[in-house]
């Protein structure tokens, strides 16, 4: 009994070998590729920020915000009335009769502004002597951009204060040079000196209340030296408000416009990431480091840097959520942003504590709204937070420059100076830049073709690698189809498996071929050419392939067919499940025999008997031998009939 090998077994193998190799290659590329290419290129979160970088990559999209305001103030001058001094110390004495109060002049006199100070509305009133000033006032405080085209975030209470604050502040500005004098005449009288200030106070309390405006007048500018277009860097540029919220404990936010292009900006972050405990940066002009007179002009446009931890969350009566902070803030942060550790904005400084009692700030006990409620605004106001194109370089080039890249930093720098001639860094970074590249402490990688040296040794390396998997690919399925086409030899590793071998039908010499040739291969010679000039081979025994067991002999019938003894061979009613086929053209009865008379082929060839098949069998097309339709390989030389 013949064997032949079978090709499914080693053909799987050989098919999940090779995307096996591909997967190895491919994921070896891909962790070269992840570790030459930077972090945020990687997927990676993005790392906390150093101070200096945080400061570097930060100062030029904050700017120191001026509001400068013009009025006509006209302000009665407050009096108490005989009736009301009457009714007074009426009250006054009866406290004392009661022993609420101790019957002392101080004691009385304290008792007396106390109850100014509670209510000085009931007690003071408007007299006929009217005065009218011209005032002016300046509020100073920080601003931050988001927009390369100028759009600028600040305080509310920076840029569009409420007309009780205004008054208020002309009032305080109005009385500053009277002040002294007022207090110190108080004091000669008899009170002491805090009861001097809080009579001041009660005084301006009223007079805000009772003031009025004319002739009012706002002007805003903003001094930002990057996007000026080659404007000079030394002058404000003015603001224009678009719109504002309400002083806190409304959402204290303003958006302003200048005119600007390629504007450094700051990006927008989330606050609800934030948890407490978490480091927080203030970057702003706090007053006392910004104008303090013992500073120089040029620097107060440099802003201050502090830095602290998020104290908690907690919610006000204007219903949202303000950030608490320990940073350090004061008069001139507000409106300046509140950076995370990534860089990325989440609150607006705005306001700190003050002691009650005496009137003075309390340090570490400062409070900023969060970015949520800017983001809030400015869906409101239509505007959207983006990067420009020389702050998208200028971030890049801080990223090479960190990394001593400093020869792919310095074109970068000098592409943002081109950009934004104003940019107030990136002069002394391109000068630092060269400085490094001159001393040696370049540290930039190697290149080819554009990408990092690793990178491309990798891409080239698996380059050759696919290559030369898939060529011993190749040549082992070529080693193997060789080894397939020696006859009665199976290829190592290949299972083999029994097969019934089928009839052999004779083909006769000078006949036309009785079955097509579908073999893949190109077309052989027929056997008629094959054997010209040559005996015939003695046609070999013919069995029928289902039951591999000899044909019967037949006798020839009037129809031209053949009466098979159907009992001794079993086939008739088996083959007759199948089409009749028969290459001449006449139709013959499926599994029929039929008897050939001597002479009929050609030559002097003996009577013989062919059988028609239901299908035709396949001619191997290297040795010409017909085989059943279902074998996948020649029964004579194991050559591959159909794949």
Request: proline share 9%.
């Amino acid at each position: 009994m013949r064997q032949r090998p079978s090709p499914g077994q080693s053909t799987a193998r050989v098919r999940l070998r090779v995307p096996s190799i591909l997967l190895l290659l491919l994921t070896l590329l891909i962790g070269v590729a992840a570790g030459a290419l930077p972090a945020n290129a990687a997927g990676d979160q993005p790392k906390p920020l150093t101070s200096r970088r945080l400061f570097d990559q930060s100062r030029p999209g904050v700017q120191l915000i001026t509001a400068r305001f013009t009025a006509q103030i006209v302000l009665p001058e407050p009096e108490v009335t005989a009736a009301n001094q009457r009714a007074l110390q009426a009250l006054l004495t009866g406290r004392i009769r009661r022993g609420q109060i101790p019957a002392s002049g101080p004691a009385v006199e304290s008792a007396f502004i106390d109850e100014l100070a509670r209510n000085p509305f009931r007690w003071m009133t408007p007299s006929s002597r009217v005065r009218r000033e011209n005032v002016k006032l300046t509020l100073t405080g920080s601003g931050f951009s988001i927009t390369p085209d100028g759009y600028i975030v600040t305080n509310a209470h920076v840029v569009a204060p409420r007309d009780e604050d205004l008054k208020a502040a002309f009032i305080s500005e109005d009385m500053r040079n009277g002040t002294d004098d007022f207090i110190a005449s108080v004091v000669q009288e008899g009170l002491t000196q805090r009861q001097a200030t809080k009579l001041l106070g009660v005084i301006v309390r009223w007079a805000t209340s009772t003031a009025k405006l004319a002739n009012f007048r706002r002007q805003l500018a903003a001094f930002a030296s990057s996007g000026t277009r080659g404007l000079s860097t030394s002058r404000p540029r003015p603001a224009t408000l678009v719109d504002a919220g309400d002083r806190f404990p409304g959402k204290d936010v303003a958006v302003l416009k200048v005119s600007a292009s390629n504007m450094a900006t700051v990006p927008l972050g989330d606050d609800t990431a934030l948890s407490t405990g978490d480091r927080l940066y203030v970057l702003g002009f706090p007053g006392p480091a910004t104008f303090n007179p013992v500073l120089s002009k040029a620097s107060q446009k440099e802003p201050t840097l502090t830095q602290g931890v998020l104290s908690a969350k907690k919610g006000v009566s204007g219903g949202y959520t303000v950030l608490q902070t320990d940073a350090a803030m004061t008069h001139g942060n507000s409106g300046g942003p509140i950076f995370d550790e990534q860089g990325m904005v989440v609150g607006v400084a705005t306001f700190g504590s003050v002691d009650p009692e005496t009137g003075r700030e309390v340090a570490g006990l400062n409070f900023a709204v969060p970015v949520s409620i800017v983001s809030g605004l400015l869906s409101k106001a239509h505007v959207k937070a983006a990067e420009g194109t020389a702050g998208g370089k200028y971030r890049l080039a801080l990223d090479a420059f960190d990394k001593q890249w400093y020869k792919r930093a310095l074109p970068l720098f000098e592409q943002v100076k081109a950009l934004d001639p104003g940019h107030p860094l990136v002069r002394k970074l391109i000068r630092d830049s060269q400085t490094a590249i001159g001393q040696g402490r370049d540290r930039t990688p190697v290149e080819i073709l554009g990408l990092p040296r690793a990178l491309t040794v990798a891409l080239a390396g698996t380059v050759v690698l696919l290559t030369a998997a898939v060529l011993g690919t190749a040549l082992l399925r070529r080693r193997r189809r060789r080894r397939r086409a020696v006859p009665g030899q199976a290829a190592p590793g290949m299972a083999v498996q029994p097969v019934q071998p089928g009839p052999v039908p004779f083909l006769y010499p000078d006949g036309p071929r009785r079955y097509p040739d579908r073999s893949p291969y190109p077309a052989r010679p027929s056997p008629a050419a094959a054997l010209e000039g040559r005996q015939a081979p003695e046609a070999p025994e013919e069995r029928d392939w289902w039951t591999a067991q000899p044909l019967a002999p037949v006798s020839p019938t009037a129809n031209g067919g053949a009466a098979a003894d159907a009992g001794e061979s079993g086939t008739e009613g088996r083959a007759g499940a199948f089409p009749a086929w028969q290459a001449g053209g006449e139709p013959v009865t499926p599994g029929r025999a039929e008897t050939v008379p001597a002479g009929q082929a050609g030559g002097d060839a003996p009577e013989r008997q062919r059988v028609h098949y239901a299908s035709p069998p396949l001619v191997c097309p290297s040795c010409g031998h017909p085989n059943p339709p279902t074998d996948r390989y020649c029964e004579q030389c194991w050559t591959v009939l159909r794949s």
